[in-house]
T-cell receptor, first 114, second 111 residues
Framework: DGGITQSPKYLFRKEGQNVTLSCEQN?????MYWYRQDPGQGLRLIYY???????QKGDIAEGYSVSREKKESFPLTVTSAQKNPTAFYLC?????????????FGPGTRLLVL | KQEVTQIPAALSVPEGENLVLNCSFT??????LQWFRQDPGKGLTSLLL?????REQTSGRLNASLDKSSGRSTLYIAASQPGDSATYLC??????????FGAGTTVTVRA
């Protein structure tokens, strides 16, 4: 079954703690993305990567970090510098350079602050 | 910077009525316009993708139109069903593969 998996489904963060959200895809896609979704707002791009070992900041990268060591994996770390981390986090992937290609989304991780 | 707006934010209709969802964008230099569906607490599912050179796309009861010159796209859902209840998001893709999303329209279809 091809698709994108995210874990965990729910994550609790204590103040001052770094937490890491997992995203794995078996679609053989080159590009991967992390979005944040807040109530009543559209998705906002945090980071994206179009190739292994390379990634770029999106619109709201402050307080977040990523790595892309393998094509199928793109973990997101929410650092203690992110003062308002409570949100729904979505990972997506897509082929690069294909005209009709859309982004495929994982089921999301909800991050809550204790 | 691309700004995408969806109006209304919420919509409630009786079963069988046709749905019309609106999306507007500020920068007409788009690569494509996409419509997604999101169920509560879930990820997004792609519904339709309209290339910048196209005027519309159809899939079953869904039809999406694109007018780049006026910065507008419309999603039509014919003969709505309770299973159509969800949030519908539109997104404009720029030439660097980045998507700019609207906040979505939450649809409730009453049985």
């Amino acid at each position: 079954d091809g698709g994108i998996t995210q874990s965990p489904k729910y994550l609790f963060r204590k103040e001052g703690q770094n937490v890491t959200l997992s995203c794995e895809q078996n679609l053989n896609h080159d590009a991967m993305y992390w979005y944040r979704q807040d109530p009543g707002q559209g998705l906002r791009l945090i980071y994206y990567s179009q190739i292994v070992n390379d990634f770029q900041k999106g619109d709201i990268a402050e307080g977040y970090s990523v790595s892309r060591e393998k094509k199928e994996s793109f973990p997101l770390t929410v650092t203690s510098a992110q003062k308002n981390p409570t949100a729904f986090y979505l990972c997506a992937s897509s082929a690069v350079g294909t005209v009709q290609e859309t982004q495929y989304f994982g089921p999301g991780t909800r991050l809550l602050v204790l | 910077k691309q700004e995408v707006t969806q109006i209304p934010a919420a919509l409630s209709v009786p079963e069988g009525e046709n749905l019309v969802l609106n999306c507007s964008f500020t920068d007409s230099a788009i690569y494509n316009l996409q419509w997604f569906r999101q169920d509560p607490g879930k990820g997004l599912t792609s519904l339709l993708l309209i290339q910048s050179s196209q005027r519309e796309q159809t899939s079953g009861r869904l039809n999406a139109s694109l007018d780049k010159s006026s910065g507008r796209s419309t999603l039509y859902i014919a003969a709505s069903q309770p299973g159509d209840s969800a949030t519908y998001l539109c997104a404009a893709e720029s030439n660097d593969y980045k998507l700019s999303f609207g906040a979505g329209t939450t649809v409730t279809v009453r049985a």
